[in-house]
């Protein structure tokens, strides 16, 4: 469907939507919603700095308990030290390590006791924990965790063969972070006496912070799931509340584009009252206007070819008759007959294109304040200087200064009256009166126009503003007139968001009155 409804013309830069222009409204909206979901995601690598915390706390205590112990050892006496360290380790989860001044291991909380933690075999444990233990290292991989050291335990257990006693200082306590077999962490702490006649190492399985982080990472994920779940959802929800009328509307203006079917249903939704529904009635109305044209510009074709044939045939008529007779008498009249036939289509060919044009440019006339009542008096004077009234009279009742000011164009509101003139002395009698008035009425510029002619039956009413409608005084010779007057007449006054109508005469009198409406100026520039 693309390309039926392709535009031709540049895309303004402010709409164009670059690298996502090829994508669908479905993608797009799917792509947002998950976007943003994804940095709810982003929170799971945000666990690496909550696991460096907890680690970072866990070394900061182990040095501050090999810095206790080095300095209470002293205090116990040398036969109970055995069981305190051994109660220490048991309450802390440690082990720990004592060595005298010359390097020798003088105590071990593991020595004849049940140890406080055990390494496990990674390759004995079942295949959730193997699972878990590989979500770890992409996870470290993907986040660039520092890496650790396995830790091993030395094979000669002397203080020189730990790098965490090697760093420690009689005022500093010194720690290590290491690996497990398991990849869970342990955590040593290194601690000396000031006169180095103690050293004391502790060791720590601190396999909850692995624990933990998976606890965390599994909320995390698990909600990062449900919600991912629930975007998507309502991600095609919206999709489809706003593609599918989207798609609709689409195929339905594709159908009017290509004219394939002679009524085409744009559907209103008349259900939604968002900006699809507004879209939907506004696209529904246009065609129908759109229609409305097209039929009109149809019925407009037909009757301009219908008004043509009739002066064409006569014509034809009078030029092969001319052709064909010697007497020069008859030939002079069928020239002349020819003469008039080429005057009256020159006549309706101009109506015809002003006709046509009428509406175009008045949707692109920037309007002006007009005096209706200078404007008619201008007028008037022009038509007595030409005499083109010839035995009819014109009142004109001429109201005060800019009383019936109107925003318009001059030249469209000039033929709109000229054309009313015309048709009202058209049809008056030799020695009657045209009257012509204009008065201000509320909102409203009111422009009358009374002849004594004789009349607009109530039926005929509204055909007369149709085009090529034609209903012309006996004594007036055939084709004087396109039929074309009122109707361009009637396309100007509604341009200008007027109204005009005909009735009987207010007086009293024969005759027919031309009535129009006209915003004020000061009402046609009210917001």
């Known amino acids: ?41 982003a929170g799971l690598f945000f666990l690496d700095s909550y696991r460096v915390r907890l680690i970072a706390e866990r070394e900061n205590a182990a040095r501050v308990q090999a810095s206790f112990l080095v300095s209470s050892l002293p205090l116990i006496a040398p036969e109970k030290r055995d069981d305190y360290i051994a109660k220490f380790g048991q309450l802390n989860l440690s082990r720990i390590r004592v060595y005298d001044q010359d390097g020798t291991k003088i105590l071990d909380s593991f020595a004849g006791r049940e140890p406080t933690y055990v390494f496990r075999d990674p390759d004995s444990e079942p295949w959730p924990k193997i699972a878990a233990r590989w979500i770890d290292v992409l996870f470290d991989f993907l986040v660039g965790a520092a890496k650790l050291e396995r830790y ?3 094979a000669e257990d002397i203080p020189s063969a730990w790098p965490e006693i090697r760093a420690a200082t009689p005022s500093n306590a010194a720690s290590k972070v290491s690996f497990a077999p398991d990849l869970t962490h342990m955590i040593s702490a290194a601690s000396t006496a000031r006169d180095r006649s103690l050293t004391v190492l502790t060791t720590a399985n601190e396999r909850d912070i692995r624990l933990f982080v998976r606890a965390e990472r599994f909320n995390v994920g698990m909600f990062f799931l449900f919600t991912l779940g629930i975007g998507v959802l309502l991600s095609v929800f919206l999709a489809r509340t706003i593609v599918r009328p989207l798609r609709h509307l689409a195929r ?9 079917a002679q009524e085409v249903t ?5 259900s939604r009252r968002d900006e699809i529904g507004m879209l939907a ?17 149809e019925a407009f074709a037909a009757d301009v070819a219908h008004e043509i044939k009739n002066p064409l045939a006569s014509l034809r008529s009078a030029l092969d008759g001319a052709e064909r007779i010697e007497d020069p008498q008859l030939r002079k009249q069928l020239m002349d007959v020819a003469k008039a036939d080429v005057q009256r289509m020159d006549r309706l060919i101009s109506d015809i294109s002003d006709a046509s044009r ?8 920037k309007f002006e304040p007009i005096d209706l009542g200078d404007m008619i008096e201008q007028l008037l004077q022009a038509r007595e200087d030409r005499g083109s009234d010839k035995d009819v009279n014109i009142a004109f009742a001429r109201p005060r200064r800019n009383i019936t000011t109107v925003m318009g164009e001059d030249v469209r509101l000039e033929r709109m009256l000229t054309n009313l003139i015309d048709n009202a002395v058209s049809f008056s009698p030799p020695g009657a009166v045209v009257e012509i008035s204009a008065t201000l009425a509320e909102e409203d510029v009111i422009i009358r126009i009374s002849d004594e002619g004789p009349g607009v039956p109530p039926q005929d009413r509204e055909a007369i503003f149709r085009r090529f409608h034609s209903e012309r005084p006996a004594t007036e010779n055939f084709g004087k007139h396109s039929g074309l007057g009122l109707a361009i007449a009637r396309t100007i006054i509604e341009g200008h968001h007027g109204r005009i109508g005909v009735r009987d005469r207010v007086d009293g009198k024969g005759g027919a009155c031309f009535e129009i409406a006209l915003p004020c100026a000061a009402a046609a520039t009210r917001p």
């Open 281 to 297: 009635r506004a696209l529904s109305d246009m065609s129908i206007a759109l229609r409305q044209r097209i039929d009109a510009t």
């Open 266 to 270: 744009v559907p209103r939704l008349p």
């Open 252 to 260: 339905a203006a594709v159908k009017v584009r290509l004219g394939r």
């Open 152 to 154: 091993v335990e030395p």
């Open 1 to 41: 469907m693309g390309p039926d409804i392709a535009s031709q013309t540049a895309e303004p830069a402010h709409l164009q939507l670059g690298w996502s222009r090829g994508l669908s409204l479905t993608a797009r909206i799917l792509a947002v919603n998950l976007f943003v979901l994804a940095l709810l995601g």
């Open 358 to 365: 009428v509406d175009s440019q008045l949707a692109k006339a």
